[in-house]
């Protein structure tokens, strides 16, 4: 799945706005979809948006790999979320935050 396929399911998954034609739709208005798998500036507003929604996020950032764990803070016992990657800590985020909904990618 490419880049832009993984933004556009975060901005209708994660984020909660409908996508018209590649953009996302805020208000009746039209905007371009953030680069969340691609810039970490982005893909921390994911990671905001799951603290937000009583989730947990781990990042751990080892020689040659990258694991993102997201857990739920509301469950017992807590269901747990990973996405190891290692090319890059945005793509990381986005994968195991579309995990959270049941979205493989």
């Not at 371009?32 to 921390?44: C, T």
């Not at 017992?76 to 945005?90: F, N």
Request: aromatic share 8%.
């Amino acid at each position: 799945m490419d880049n832009r396929t993984i933004d556009q399911l975060v901005v209708e998954k994660i984020m909660g706005f409908e996508v018209r034609n590649g953009q996302r739709v805020e208000d009746g208005k039209r905007f371009g979809i953030p680069s969340y798998s691609q810039k970490i500036e982005d893909a921390w507003q994911v990671v905001k948006e799951l603290r937000e929604n009583y989730f947990e996020i781990s990042i751990t950032i080892g020689e040659d790999i990258i694991n993102v764990e997201v857990s739920t803070t509301m469950d017992d016992p807590k269901k747990v979320y990973y996405a190891y990657q290692q090319e890059s800590l945005p793509l990381a985020i986005c994968k195991a935050a579309l995990k959270t909904v049941g979205v493989e990618v």
